[in-house]
């Protein structure tokens, strides 16, 4: 058991850590959240992976977050991190990235899963749902608040973003 839990956390551990950081805002927070997650999923390895996984561990990190959210003292913590934690990438977008995962940081986090799990990781409304265990229309109209919040965060940051919804129609 421990080998087959060792090559899937080889194999997905970078993209489940990559939809932590944009759910969490904070490559430590995600990090943080990852391996209570991981810890979490190791005693029941055998009943996980007959699943699906990723996804599993991607609603299960979901739900966490939104459990620490809700409470007062991650409130409080959250209030006094300052704004410039996020680490720079040398891509040269290193602009433009900080002030979406900036804006993705103001959003609630359940609505900010449904925007990464829709428009970053390219999940299905259906798919989206199912892992986040709500309707396909509360992916829709988190979906549509979350863009409208983000668009407006941006503009008012002076960012010119992509109509994501024009985009995929195109």
């Keep these: 058991m421990s080998d087959d839990f060792d090559v899937f956390v080889s194999r997905s551990g970078s993209r489940l850590l990559r939809y932590a950081v944009l759910i969490t ?22 009943t996980v992976r007959e699943q699906q996984p990723e996804a599993y561990l991607r609603r299960a990190m979901t739900n966490r977050l939104i459990s620490r ?17 996020a680490q720079p990438d040398e891509s040269g977008r290193v602009d433009d990235r900080e002030l979406l995962l900036d804006a ?3 959003l609630p986090p ?17 798919e ?3 892992e986040l265990g709500c309707s396909a229309g509360s992916v829709k109209s988190q979906a549509s608040r ?4 983000l668009r407006a965060r941006l503009e008012g940051a002076g960012a010119t973003p992509i109509d994501v919804a024009e985009e995929n129609h195109a």
């Design 69 to 85: 959210w809700r409470s007062p003292w991650s409130r409080r913590r959250v209030a006094e991190l300052p704004d410039d934690l």
């Design 128 to 130: 989206t749902a199912a």
């Design 104 to 106: 993705l940081r103001h």
């Design 25 to 46: 805002g904070q490559r430590a927070d995600a990090e943080d959240l990852l391996q209570e997650v991981l810890v979490q999923a190791y005693p029941r390895w055998r």
């Design 146 to 149: 979350g863009l409208q919040r």
């Design 110 to 126: 359940r609505m900010r899963a449904v925007v990464v799990l829709r428009y970053w990781l390219g999940c299905t409304e259906a």
